[in-house]
C-alpha cells in the first residue's frame, strides 16, 4: 500500500469516526431530554399528591375535632344541669340516650360519683342500681383524678381494651356547690370513631390509622389495596397524649390525558432512537465492509504463524492445495515446492511409497480413520518422523465437498517418551520381583529353621546309633522315614512360601485341628525336653474345618515356639505351655498359654507388625505371618494377659476358625 493511500485511509477512518459519533451523541441526548421529561411530570405528580394528601388529612382531622368537641359540649350541658334536678336519674338516661343515638362512635356513657363507684351507665350490663365492673383501666382512674382536681374536662391517655382495641375516655366533672359530686365518663373506642367519621371515598384513596409515638396502632381504618405512596401526620388532639393521625396514600391510576402524553413521547422517542441506530448501524456496516477484507487477511495469517499443528489441503484428486507454515517446517519444504504437487509426494518415505500411497487412496475415498492414524514421513534434509494424521472434508461455501482437510502433528518426541516410560516400567518390575525375592528368602529362612533342625536332629540320632556298639535296622528306619517326612514338609513349605509370593490361592480342605495339634506336639517333643517344658495339650473331639493345613501347623509351631521362648527365663518347675482346642459359638478356638514375661503395653500396639521382634536374633515376620494365615481363613488372632499363671506373667495366644460344612 502506497503512502498516499495509507494517508486517504486514515483520512477516511477519521471522517467515519466522527459521523459513527454523531448519531450516538444524538441518541445519548434524546435519552437524556426524555428522562428528564419524565422526572419533571413525576415529580410534579407526586408534589401534586402530597397537597391532596395534606389537604385532606387537615380535613379530616378537623372533622374529627369537631365532632369530640361537640360531643364534650353536650357532656358538660348534662354537667352542669344534673345536680339540681330530682330526677338526675331519668334526665341522665335520656340525655345520654339521645347522645348514643346520634354518637354511634361512643361505646359507653358512665355516671361515677366521688369514690368513683357507678352510679349509672348506658348501656349496662345490669340494671342501672347496680354497680357496673371494670369500667376502664388504671390510666382512666388517673384521668379521674386529674379532672377532680382541675375541675373541668379531661381525656384519659389511650389503652388497648379487649381484643386488641384501643379506646380513650373524656372524664366531665360535676359539681354541686363548687363540691365535687362525680364524674361523667364517655368510652370512646378509636375504631368506632373512625368507621363512623371517615367518609367511604377517604378510605378508598388512604389507609387511616391512629398511633402513638411508639408507632403503637390502636385504630385503622381503609379500604384501598396496593403500594403506598406517602403519608403524612398530624397530631391527634383531643384526646392528645401523642396520639398522631396517620394517613397513608396508596398509588392510584395517573391522568389519562398526562398517559397519553407520556405515551406518545415514548413512542415518539423510540421512533427517533430506532431511526439514530439504524443510521448508525448502517454506517458501521459500511465500515466493516471496508475493513473486511484487511482484518480477514491479517487474521488469517495470524493464525496461521501462530499454529504448530501442519494443516494441508487437497483437492478431489490429490493435488495440494494449501500448507501452512507449520507443514512446511516440520517437512522442511517451502509452499512453492508443494502446492500443486500429486502424488508421490516429496516427504513421503521411499521404501514406504505402497503404503503410503495406499492410505492416500483410502483418504480420497473417504474411508480415513476417524481416529487418525500414523505414519512415517521424511523431511527434506532425510531425517524420518512419526506423524499422527486427521483427515476431515473440505466443504465449499455452497455445501459441496472440495477436498481433503488433513492436520498433522509431529509425535517422534512422544514415541520416544511412550519407550523411555516402557523401559522405566520394566526396570520396575525386575525391581519389583527383586524385593519379593527377598521376601521369600526371609520367609524360608523364618520358616524352613523348624524341619531342617528337624532334619539334622533325626541325622544325629543316626550318627550315634552308628557308632553304638548294638543297634536295630528299625531304629535306623524310623529315623529315616523321620528325615524323609522333615523333608517332604519343608518341600511343602517351600512350594506354600512360592505361592504365597505368586499371589496364588491356597489350598483349603476339610481337617482336624486336633490332629494338626498332635503334629506339631510330636515335632516340638525333641526341643521341649531340651528346654524343659511340659506340654499340656487339651482338645475334643471336634469336626473338622475347611483350612490349609500346613498353614495352620505353620501358626500353631510359631505360637508354641514363641511360648517356649517366653519361658527361659522362669524356673523349670513353672515351664508349662498349654494348648487348648475347643467349639464355642460357630467356631474352633485354640488357646496357646504360656508363664513366661508376658508381653509390655509399650508392645502390644506393634506386637503383629512386620519386622517388628522383641527377640535378639528374631526377624519379626512370625507374627505378621501367623496373623495373615488366621484372617485368610477369616478368623482372628489376638493376645492377652494370662491371669492364671503362678508367676504373675504370662501370656495368651487365641486365633479362630469358622466352623464350615467340609
Not at 338 to 353: F, K
Not at 544 to 566: F, I, K, S, T, W
Request: glycine content about 8%; aromatic content about 8%.
Amino acid at each position: 500500500m502506497s503512502a498516499a493511500s495509507k494517508t486517504f485511509s486514515a483520512l477516511s477512518s477519521r471522517r467515519v469516526g466522527w459521523l459513527l459519533a454523531l448519531p450516538t451523541v444524538g441518541i445519548i441526548l434524546l435519552v437524556a431530554v426524555v428522562v428528564a421529561l419524565l422526572w419533571v411530570l413525576h415529580k410534579n405528580e407526586v408534589e401534586e399528591d402530597r397537597a391532596t394528601l395534606i389537604k385532606d388529612v387537615l380535613w379530616l382531622e378537623q372533622n374529627l375535632r369537631f365532632h369530640v368537641t361537640g360531643t364534650e359540649e353536650q357532656l358538660q350541658q348534662l354537667a352542669l344541669e344534673l345536680p339540681g334536678r330530682t330526677d338526675r336519674h331519668q334526665l341522665f338516661r335520656l340525655r345520654v340516650a339521645n347522645l348514643l343515638r346520634n354518637n354511634p362512635d361512643l361505646k359507653q356513657v358512665l355516671w361515677l360519683d366521688s369514690s368513683w363507684a357507678v352510679v349509672d351507665a348506658l348501656p349496662a350490663g345490669g340494671k342501672p342500681d347496680q354497680e357496673i365492673e371494670s369500667f376502664g383501666p388504671p390510666v382512666a382512674e388517673k384521668a379521674y383524678e386529674i379532672a377532680s382536681r382541675l375541675g373541668k374536662r379531661t381525656y384519659s391517655e389511650p389503652y388497648l381494651g379487649p381484643g386488641n382495641h384501643g379506646h380513650f375516655q373524656l372524664v366531665m366533672p360535676v359539681f354541686s356547690e363548687h363540691r365535687l359530686t362525680g364524674v361523667l365518663v364517655a368510652v370512646y373506642p378509636i375504631d368506632a370513631l373512625l368507621t363512623e367519621l371517615v367518609p367511604w371515598w377517604f378510605t378508598e384513596k388512604y389507609l387511616v390509622q391512629v398511633i402513638d409515638e411508639n408507632d403503637i396502632q390502636y385504630g385503622a381504618k381503609s379500604n384501598v389495596q396496593g403500594t403506598p405512596n406517602q403519608s403524612y401526620e398530624i397530631p391527634f388532639e383531643p384526646p392528645g397524649y401523642g396520639l398522631k393521625l396517620r394517613v397513608t396514600g396508596y398509588q392510584s391510576g395517573t391522568n389519562p390525558l398526562q398517559r397519553l402524553l407520556g405515551g406518545a413521547i415514548v413512542i415518539l422517542a423510540a421512533g427517533i432512537f430506532w431511526s439514530l441506530w439504524a443510521v448508525r448501524e448502517l454506517m458501521k456496516k459500511r465500515v466493516k465492509a471496508e475493513q473486511a477484507l484487511r482484518a480477514e487477511h491479517a487474521f488469517r495469517q495470524a493464525m496461521e504463524d501462530s499454529l504448530t499443528v501442519g494443516m494441508r489441503a487437497r483437492d478431489t484428486t490429490g493435488r495440494i492445495v494449501y500448507v501452512n507454515p507449520a507443514f512446511c517446517r516440520m517437512t522442511g519444504f517451502s509452499s512453492e515446492e508443494l502446492v500443486g504437487r500429486m502424488p508421490p509426494m516429496p516427504y513421503w518415505v521411499p521404501d514406504q511409497i505402497e503404503e503410503t500411497l495406499s492410505l492416500h487412496r483410502a483418504v480420497l475415498a473417504g474411508d480415513a480413520p476417524q481416529d487418525g492414524f500414523e505414519i512415517t514421513l521424511m523431511r527434506k534434509d532425510g531425517e524420518r518422523f512419526q506423524a499422527l494424521i486427521y483427515e476431515a472434508p473440505l466443504i465449499d461455501g455452497d455445501g459441496r465437498q472440495t477436498g481433503w482437510m488433513g492436520s498433522f502433528l509431529d509425535v517422534t518426541e512422544r514415541k520416544r517418551a511412550e519407550e523411555l516410560a516402557r523401559q522405566q516400567q520394566e526396570q520396575l518390575q525386575f525391581t519389583a520381583r527383586l524385593v519379593t525375592m527377598g521376601e521369600m528368602a526371609s520367609t524360608l529362612a523364618h520358616e524352613l529353621n523348624q524341619p531342617l533342625a528337624a532334619i539334622a536332629s533325626y541325622n544325629t540320632g543316626c550318627l550315634n546309633l552308628l557308632d553304638g556298639a548294638s543297634w536295630k535296622p528299625e531304629d535306623i528306619r524310623y529315623a529315616l522315614e523321620k528325615v524323609g517326612v522333615q523333608a517332604q514338609r519343608a518341600g511343602r513349605i517351600v512350594r506354600r512360601v512360592h505361592d504365597f509370593v505368586r499371589k496364588s490361592e491356597p489350598k483349603r480342605a476339610p481337617c482336624l485341628v486336633q490332629d494338626v495339634v498332635e503334629d506339631c506336639l510330636g515335632f516340638l517333643e525333641t526341643d521341649a525336653r531340651k528346654r524343659q517344658v511340659r506340654i499340656d495339650c487339651r482338645s475334643d473331639d471336634l469336626p473338622p474345618v475347611l483350612a490349609d493345613r500346613l498353614m495352620l501347623e505353620q501358626v500353631l509351631l510359631n505360637l508354641m515356639r514363641n511360648g517356649m521362648d517366653a519361658m527361659v527365663e522362669i524356673e523349670p518347675d513353672l515351664r508349662l505351655l498349654t494348648v487348648a482346642v475347643a467349639a464355642e459359638g460357630g467356631e474352633i478356638v485354640v488357646r496357646v498359654a504360656d508363664h513366661g514375661c508376658g508381653i509390655a503395653d509399650d508392645v502390644k500396639d506393634k506386637l503383629f507388625t512386620a519386622f517388628f521382634s522383641t527377640k535378639p536374633d528374631g526377624m519379626g515376620v512370625g507374627l505378621s505371618i501367623c496373623r495373615s494365615i488366621v484372617e485368610f481363613h477369616r478368623g482372628r488372632l489376638w493376645a492377652d494377659p494370662n491371669l492364671d499363671s503362678p508367676t504373675g506373667s504370662g501370656t495368651i495366644f487365641t486365633f479362630t476358625l469358622p466352623l464350615e460344612h467340609a
